[in-house]
Each structure stands twice: as structure tokens, then as C-alpha cells.
T-cell receptor, first 113, second 111 residues
Framework: EAGVAQSPRYKIIEKRQSVAFWCNPI?????LYWYQQILGQGPKLLIQ????????DSQLPKDRFSAERLKGVDSTLKIQPAKLEDSAVYLC???????????FGPGTRLLVL | KNQVEQSPQSLIILEGKNCTLQ??????????LRWYKQDTGRGPVSLTI?????NTKSNGRYTATLDADTKQSSLHITASQLSDSASYIC??????????FGSGTKLNVKP
């Protein structure tokens, strides 16, 4: 069974630039999560999708972050414009319906200079 | 306030030794508690999941305990190996669909 795929694995940008991350969850998983993990900390939920609907985006900085999951399968997370404090690993995870174990992708490591 | 606190923040042990990681939580209403292992540069991988009625759950050399009364959990690693070097994250679920993550314990196993 293929795991959660994410791309790119690494990205270096300058502040005020834009960046987008892509995630393809495990086939059949209805729930998709985007997390931000700052070095030395646990993951922080940014947004949770159930199919193509948003369940929880209370911690998403909506002035600069946006995410979509138009067809209820893969998803993109965008930052525009990026700030220095956005430097982190962005993890995507999926689960069957939201109550089960989450399966994480390898993450995208973002460095904002 | 729903919180998950882990200790110690970091730990260094010699290969072959045992260690215990702690997780205290104030999450309510409690649904379950998971321990994840996160290798450097990778996403977390689930080790164990425990519900309210379970006191102990093992996965190979990993044994998790849960005391729902005191809201404490521990992860015991037996006969540590170099490959156990990783961060271990405690995640507590509320209402089965809200997840609270600890900051993790970074374990370094030295030869």
C-alpha cells in the first residue's frame, strides 16, 4: 500500500515570496490534515479536510495561508507571502474517516530567508 | 485548557539500556492516546494506541501504559537499539476527532 506522498521535499525561498506544497493521501482516506512542525516542537494542525470540505481551520493564518482539496483526493497548501517564521516542516497526514490512526507523509522542509 | 506535556525534553542513553518517557495530559473528553515515533527527516509513525479502558499496550520492545485517573501515560523502551534514536510524540484525542500533540521527547541512543 502506497503511503502519503508529499512534494517537494525541500524548498528554500526568500521572505515575501510564494510557495505551494502538494499532498496525495493514502487511497480511500477521506480525512486529510496539514500540520506545521517547527524545529523541536510537536506538529500543529493547520487545517483538516473531510473529503473536499473543511472541518477545522481555526489555526490556519488565513491572511497568508490557503489550502484546497478540490476533488477530495490530493491537496495543496499555499503560503503567500512567506515570512521568516514560516520556516518549518509541513506535514500532510491522512486517515480513513478522521477517528483512526493518522498516516503521515515525509514532510516538506521549508526555509524562508 | 487541553494540553499535552511530555518529559524529558531530551534523553541520551547507551545502547541496550531501558528508558521511560512520560506524557501528562489535561485533554477532555478523553477518547484515546497514541504514541508516535518520528525519525529525523520523516513523518511520525504510530507505535501504540490506547483507549480509556486499556492500561498497557505493547508493540515489540515498546510498552505504553495509561493511567486515566491521573491522566498520565508512559512509553517504556526495552533493550534500546541505535535505531530507536528518534523523537517520540504523545497525541491525545478528544471526541475522537480533535488531536492534541505533545512537543515530543528526543531520544539519542549511543553505542
Amino acid at each position: 500500500e502506497a503511503g502519503v506522498a508529499q512534494s517537494p521535499r525541500y524548498k528554500i525561498i526568500e521572505k515575501r515570496q510564494s510557495v505551494a506544497f502538494w499532498c496525495n493521501p493514502i487511497s480511500g482516506h477521506a480525512t486529510l490534515y496539514w500540520y506545521q512542525q517547527i524545529l523541536g516542537q510537536g506538529p500543529k494542525l493547520l487545517i483538516q479536510f473531510q473529503n473536499n470540505g473543511v472541518v477545522d481551520d481555526s489555526q490556519l493564518p488565513k491572511d497568508r495561508f490557503s489550502a484546497e482539496r478540490l476533488k477530495g483526493v490530493d491537496s495543496t497548501l499555499k503560503i503567500q507571502p512567506a515570512k521568516l517564521e514560516d520556516s518549518a516542516v509541513y506535514l500532510c497526514a491522512s486517515s480513513l474517516q478522521g477517528r483512526e490512526t493518522q498516516y503521515f507523509g515525509p514532510g516538506t522542509r521549508l526555509l524562508v530567508l | 485548557k487541553n494540553q499535552v506535556e511530555q518529559s524529558p525534553q531530551s534523553l541520551i542513553i547507551l545502547e541496550g539500556k531501558n528508558c521511560t518517557l512520560q506524557c501528562n495530559y489535561t485533554v477532555s473528553p478523553f477518547s484515546n492516546l497514541r504514541w508516535y515515533k518520528q525519525d529525523t527527516g520523516r513523518g511520525p509513525v504510530s507505535l501504540t494506541i490506547m483507549t480509556f479502558s486499556e492500561n498497557t499496550k505493547s508493540n515489540g520492545r515498546y510498552t505504553a501504559t495509561l493511567d486515566a485517573d491521573t491522566k498520565q501515560s508512559s512509553l517504556h523502551i526495552t533493550a534500546s537499539q541505535l535505531s530507536d534514536s528518534a523523537s517520540y510524540i504523545c497525541v491525545v484525542s478528544a471526541n475522537f476527532n480533535k488531536f492534541y500533540f505533545g512537543s515530543g521527547t528526543k531520544l539519542n541512543v549511543k553505542p
